[in-house]
């Protein structure tokens, strides 16, 4: 959502401020007003906009333990070994603050005895105990830092892992149900923040942990104690979180600007913009409007130092006052004989160790808080997409002699009226069958029934005397080779963007064999390493391909399976003439061996096809030989055709 921003204050305040980049601006030569600076973007509808700011302390210690259980679950699920060690790690560096305090009390009466030399005689096995306690405190924390980076990377992984396998294995009906997109990106950004997830959680128990152990001791040796512990720590807690608040305001109202200046920066440095940037001289207003929201984002980032610096300031003032408070209690209590010295001494060193670890718990608790909302959205997509992941039935379809639909439809989840009317049709193996039909007339979505990819809404879809609704999904895919309008062009060699994991039984000959059928054997023989050349250019050592170049390997793809059915949606729409006529002359010699389907747009391809199917409003309006449609007067395919021999 965009809201206007005040153009009057673009100009002069953002030209003074881009280096004089703006005064090589077109509009600044002729002496025209600059352009006004980018509007303001927020996107309201983020589900945890103001999360932060709107929760309350409750809220915030509520949702912190499931963010830490949630954690736990995660590291326990990849790595028991390394959780444990973490926990066991923290459980012994909290006993070692608990001892080490324990051991200075006890030193520290014989350090202030008349004779140094007697009381050090006295103390020193105290004090040994103390150092060694401090010692394997600092060691427990090397031991659990080690485990944490080793745990780390596998819960990133494993997180996206799931993630990732869930999506590919969802229904295709689970992409269009309302709002799953923006589902699957807080989620993505849940998996996200998983890489971290295992150190901030220790981190904070650590906190939590040192400062029970700090209060167990202080309780032990005095009940007043603990309340001196609390003064002198209190105020650093709540100006902590007060701190944590403005820290979040601030990136909460620059997150817009900085998502959309990332995205922006991916357009102004890749090379596929690079022509249109330069031939139509856009670089200096782009470089205007890059720099506006540069210096948006610097500007509230500085803004928010100001409240930070007064609410640290005053939360240190108090701290201060709260100590020398504390510092005065104790010195009463000495004075009136209620506490010795030494309790007063180690008194003063527990709470700097609590307030060390006060610090940690009010700062790791806000990132917690902020897993905590993400992971639950995490955990609450998986779930979602489990329950829609592709499990019909266990019956093993077989390459197909005959589809049939009978009164199959289809309605997409959003919509209230079908893409698909219903449907009766039969396809013959040896058959190559043309879909026609102008845009939004339904063809993809009869393809995707014809292949599987869905199951009618309505009605059935069959394959010889199987009903796809009851067969696993990925027996009848096996028998698929499908070339999308929208192609993959995989960031892998270009034998992989044949072959794409399946079997190579005769070697390279074979993608050589469908190499050759689409025309592209002189084009892989010139790439440096030919099947072994990385197809993307955006790596070192990869090189690109042309858009014609592109499609040709997709329908090498789909003939490199020699699938029983096989289906190509506009397979030529970036071709040169000849290409197009080579892969419609090879479809027609592999015809008698498979069922082929292919969508096209441009008519004259539609000669080659034994059938057309012409396609209206999710209904088949006519079909039969291209000669006989063309030649019956008020048909949609003659009517297309005329238009199409007009241009």
Known sequence: MTTPHNQTEAPAADAATIGGEAASLPAARAGAPQPSAPPELDYNGRKHRRAMDDATLWDMAHRIPAALLQTARLAWSVDRRMALTIVVCQLLSGIGTAVMLTAVARALPQLM????????????????????????????????????????????????????????????AAYDAPGFGDRSQAAEIGALRAVDLADDAKTLTNGLVQLVSAATVLTSLHPLLLGVLLLSVLPRGMGGVIAARVDYRVHDQTISARNVRGMMRWWLTTSELA???????????????????????????????????????????????????????????????????????????????????????????????????????????????????????TVQAKPPRQIRLEAASYTYPSKESPSVQPITLTLNRGEVVALVGENGAGKSTLIRMLTGLTTPTQGRAFWDDTDLSTADADSVWQNVGLVPQKNGHWPLAARENITLGQPREHGDQRIWDAVERVGMTKALRELPNDLQTLLARSVWGG??????????????????????????????????????????????????????????????????????????????????????LIATEGSLLGELYALAQDR
């Not at 210096?295 to 500085?302: C, G, I, L, P, S």
Request: net charge neutral; proline share 3%.
């Open 543 to 628: 090189h690109e391909l042309s858009g014609g170049q592109w499609q040709r390997l997709a329908c090498a793809r789909a003939m490199y399976r020699e699938s029983a059915v096989l289906v190509l949606d506009e397979p030529t729409s970036e071709m040169d003439a000849r290409g197009e006529h080579q892969i419609f002359r090879e479809l027609r010699a592999m015809a008698p061996d498979r069922i082929t389907v292919v969508v096209t747009h441009r008519l004259d391809n539609v000669r080659m096809a034994d059938r057309v199917i012409v396609l209206d409003q999710g209904a088949i309006r006519e079909q039969g030989s291209f000669d006989e």
């Open 275 to 393: 022509d249109e940037l330069r031939a139509n001289t856009m670089r200096p207003y782009l470089h205007f409007w890059y720099r506006s929201m540069c210096d948006r984002v610097v500007t509230r980032e500085v803004a928010g130092a100001r409240p930070y610096l007064r609410i640290t300031l005053l939360a240190a003032c108090l701290g201060g006052m709260f100590t020398l408070g504390m510092w005065a209690s104790l010195a009463a209590l000495v004075l009136a004989g209620a506490m010795t010295t030494a309790l007063a001494g180690t008194a003063v060193v527990a709470s700097q160790t609590a307030g060390r670890s006060l610090n940690s718990i009010i700062r790791y608790s806000t990132v917690m808080f902020h897993h905590g909302l993400y992971l639950a959205d995490y955990y609450e997509f998986i779930d979602e997409v489990r329950a829609m992941t592709t499990a019909r039935g």
């Open 113 to 172: 005895a008349d004779d140094p030399r007697q009381g050090l005689a006295h103390a020193w096995p105290a004090l040994t105990v103390a150092v060694v306690a401090m010692a394997t405190g600092a060691a427990m924390w090397i031991l659990a830092d080690w485990a944490t980076r080793r745990l780390n990377p596998k819960i990133a992984s494993a997180a996206d892992l799931q993630l990732v396998d869930l999506h590919m294995r969802a229904e295709l």
